[in-house]
C-alpha cells in the first residue's frame, strides 16, 4: 500500500530515514511543546509525549493531513534514562546500562484528520538490550565523544556503540527510534479504513 503526504511531527534524522526505509517519504514537522509528563511509567511517558508531539502539529494541519508523534526512552530498574544534558551525564547512563540488560519503550501516536473528528492510534513497542560488560576506559571514550548526545540513554545501536551490544530481544528499529513494521501496519488499518468510509 502506497502512504503518501506523511507528516512526521519529529526532527530526529533516524526516524525520517527508517520511514524511508519502508518506501514513506515523509514530511518533516518536528513539534515545538514543551515536553511535559504526568507519569514516571515508561509507557505512559512515551505515549503522553508522542501524543503531545502529534497534536502540536496537527493543530496547524487541514482536513486530510495524517501525522506521526514518537518518542522514544530507556528504563532500567524503574528508572527513565532521557537524553543526557552534558558527557559526565552520558558517561553516568552507561555506567548504569553496562553489564546488563534495559528496555527501550517507543511511544507513537498517529491521527487523521477528516471532516467528521480526529481519528486516532496510539501504542508503544518495548525492546529488551543487553550490554556487555565495559571498562571504565571505553565509558569514558564513548561518553566523551559526540554519539550519545541526542540519543536516549546516552548511546546509538545503529553506531559505535554496536561494539558493546550482546544482543536484542524485540523490535531493532524501535531501539533506533521508530517501530517501523508496527507502524507501516497500524498506518495500513487506519488509511484503509479511511477509504472503506469513502465508498459508502
Ligand atoms: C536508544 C537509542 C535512541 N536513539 C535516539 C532515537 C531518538 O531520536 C532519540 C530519543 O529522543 P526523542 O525525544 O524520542 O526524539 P528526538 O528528540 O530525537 O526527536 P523529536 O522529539 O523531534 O521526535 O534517541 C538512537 O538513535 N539510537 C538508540 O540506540
Do not use: W
Not at 545501536?157 to 507501516?184: E, H, K, T
Amino acid at each position: 500500500m502506497e502512504i503518501r503526504n506523511l507528516i512526521l511531527a519529529s526532527g530526529s534524522p533516524r526516524r525520517k530515514e527508517l520511514l524511508e526505509q519502508i518506501g514513506i517519504m515523509p514530511v518533516i514537522s518536528p513539534s515545538r511543546i514543551e515536553e511535559v509528563v504526568t507519569s514516571s511509567v515508561p509507557e505512559q511517558v512515551v505515549l503522553e509525549l508522542s501524543s503531545q508531539k502529534a497534536e502540536d502539529v496537527m493543530s496547524r494541519c487541514p482536513v486530510g493531513s495524517v501525522v506521526l508523534g514518537a518518542d522514544t526512552v530507556v528504563a532500567i530498574d524503574g528508572m527513565i534514562l532521557g537524553k543526557p544534558k552534558s558527557h559526565g551525564e552520558a558517561c553516568e547512563m552507561i555506567r548504569r546500562i553496562q553489564g546488563r540488560s534495559h528496555q527501550v519503550h517507543t511511544g507513537v501516536a498517529i491521527l487523521l484528520k477528516e471532516e467528521t473528528g480526529l481519528r486516532q492510534k496510539h501504542f508503544t513497542v518495548k525492546t529488551d538490550v543487553m550490554v556487555f560488560p565495559m571498562t571504565e576506559e571505553e565509558i569514558r571514550e564513548y561518553g566523551e565523544s559526540e554519539e550519545p548526545m541526542d540519543k536516549a540513554g546516552a548511546y546509538a545501536i545503529q553506531g559505535r556503540f554496536a561494539a558493546y551490544i550482546q544482543g536484542i530481544s524485540g523490535d531493532y528499529s524501535n531501539v533506533v527510534g521508530l517501530p517501523v513494521g508496527r507502524v507501516y501496519q497500524e498506518l495500513k488499518a487506519l488509511l484503509e479504513n479511511r477509504e472503506d468510509e469513502s465508498h459508502d
